[in-house]
Nanobody
Framework: QVQLVESGGGLVQAGGSLRLSCVAS????????MGWFRQAPGKEREFVSA????????YYADSVKGRFTISRDNAKNTVYLQMDSLKPEDTAVYYC????????????????????WGQGTQVTVSS
């Protein structure tokens, strides 16, 4: 089992920045693909970004590309999401997710591929 705990959400004005953190405990974090998803009220949970367990590959949704940066520190069992130039449409609950992977460069982008989820952290961007 892997337990994931997110932090770093909050209220920010449009154009501002936030950094989300997700700390993992349990099994070997370094063998897990890590992803960030978000869910706005009345909408389905959507993919935001993912990082391979080797940290060499990243992938972003088009809506956040160039504004968000995912990274990980395997020594600290932590994955980060740096969010810059935030927009009101980024308002959502952000979830950290993990999935075991055999290959160091593998990435997953759908909710069904992830077996472990955090409880979520609210991000609200005011206009």
């Amino acid at each position: 089992q892997v337990q994931l705990v997110e932090s770093g959400g909050g209220l920010v004005q449009a154009g501002g920045s936030l950094r989300l953190s997700c700390v993992a405990s349990g099994r070997t974090f370094s063998n897990y693909v890590m992803g960030w998803f978000r869910q706005a009220p009345g909408k389905e949970r959507e993919f935001v970004s993912a990082i391979s367990w080797g940290g060499t590959r990243t992938y972003y949704a088009d809506s956040v590309k160039g504004r968000f940066t995912i990274s990980r520190d395997n020594a600290k069992n932590t994955v980060y999401l740096q969010m810059d130039s935030l927009k009101p449409e980024d308002t959502a609950v952000y979830y950290c997710a993990g999935a075991a992977s055999v290959f160091a460069t593998m990435l997953f982008t759908t909710t069904g591929e992830y077996g472990y989820w955090g409880q979520g952290t609210q991000v609200t961007v005011s206009s």
